[in-house]
């Protein structure tokens, strides 16, 4: 099994919700990821998760708040977006986080702030 | 800083035809990765080459790295509809951990 999967596949909410994104994989993966995909952009990493702990914040703003409870889990909690936070939001797995292995991707949430 | 840079940001090319996608980066890099997208999806990764002169192939594609260049390409042969897609290259320096993506390709192929 080589699927990543992550729910909910579409939402929207307004800047003073808070929500949450979900990613699972089974696949044994000890790294985790998440991205950010503006409309016609490449993707842009966020967070990297190794063995369960942050090992990378790429300055995201503190209004996403990344969390791993378990080897298989990944959450992305949003509180007080902006409307340009508005994107696509991808999580990946791979073996570890030293760069060897293939990243295995879901099929994304996208997110629209009103 | 790393930078990633793609060539050309469009292609339209011709079913059978052969062409080329070009990816530099500005610094040294440990890996470089090969991703295609296909319009409102997410991304599937295609290869990941990790040392100088690596060369790998699947199907109608493939993929070298020259890391004295700072150039990784990506050969499309005889091309096919199905090909059509965004094509991005990523670079990796395993020693600050950046993980960047090029502008992407987007490919159209013409029955």
């Known amino acids: 099994d080589t699927e990543v999967t992550q729910t909910p596949k579409h939402l929207v909410m307004g800047m003073t919700n808070k929500k949450s994104l979900k990613c699972e994989q089974h696949?044994?993966?000890?790294?985790m990821y998440w991205y950010k995909q503006k409309a016609k952009k490449p993707p842009e990493l966020m967070f990297v998760?190794?063995?369960?702990?942050?090992?990378i914040n790429e300055s995201v703003p503190s209004r996403f708040s990344p969390e791993c409870p378990n080897s298989s889990l990944l959450n992305l909690h949003l509180h007080a977006l902006q409307p340009e936070d508005s994107a696509l939001y991808l999580c990946?797995?791979?073996?570890?986080?030293?760069?060897?292995?293939?990243?295995?991707f879901g099929p994304g949430t996208r997110l629209l702030v009103l | 800083e790393l930078k990633v840079e793609q060539n050309p940001l469009f292609l339209s090319m011709q079913e059978g035809k052969n062409y080329t996608i070009y990816c530099n980066y500005s610094?040294?890099?440990?890996?470089l990765y090969w991703y295609r997208q296909d319009p409102g999806k997410s991304l599937e990764s295609l290869f990941v080459l990790l040392s100088n002169g690596a060369v790998k192939q699947e199907g109608r594609l493939m993929a070298s790295l020259d890391t004295k260049a700072r150039l990784s390409t990506l050969h499309i042969t005889a091309a096919v509809h199905d090909l059509s897609a965004t094509y991005f290259c990523a670079a990796l320096t395993s020693g600050t951990y950046k993980y960047i993506f090029g502008t992407g390709t987007r490919l159209k192929v013409l029955a």
């Open positions: 610094t040294t890099s440990d890996r």
């Open positions: 998760y190794s063995y369960e702990k942050l090992s």
């Open positions: 696949m044994g993966h000890r790294a």
């Open positions: 990946a797995s791979s073996q570890d986080s030293s760069g060897i292995g293939t990243q295995y």
